[in-house]
Nanobody
């Protein structure tokens, strides 16, 4: 069973940083991608960043470039999202998701992802 577990959310002041983690287990595909999405109250879920495990390529949403960085650990079982210079507009529930069928890029279409974590709340105070 595919499992994704996010952690690392919390309350931070504007200008601060957080690092989110996504622990992935339960699948053994040759290649796949792990993506981060976020959903603010009253808004649609939006893609933040994505990493292709085998190639190590990462894809970031334009609005996050320069502030958010996605990475994975050496064992490729955990994906991180380093978020810097956070602002109140970054307040949302952050989810990780796995894409088992290519292309292994950041797709905004949530139904292209095969499993989702439960989400972790990020709140940025002004």
């Amino acid at each position: 069973e595919v499992q994704l577990v996010e952690s690392g959310g919390g309350l931070v002041q504007a200008g601060g940083s957080l690092r989110l983690s996504c622990a992935a287990s339960g699948f053994t595909f040759d290649d796949y991608a792990i993506a981060w999405f976020r959903q603010a109250p009253g808004k649609e879920r939006e893609g933040v960043s994505c990493i292709n495990y085998n190639a190590g390529n990462s894809y970031d949403a334009d609005s996050m470039k320069g502030r958010f960085t996605i990475s994975s650990d050496g064992a490729k079982s955990t994906v991180y999202l380093q978020m810097n210079n956070l602002g109140p507009e970054d307040t949302a529930v952050y989810y990780c998701a796995v894409k088992l069928v290519g292309p292994f890029e950041l797709s905004k279409w949530t139904d292209e992802y095969d499993a989702w974590g439960q989400g972790t709340q990020v709140t940025v105070s002004s």
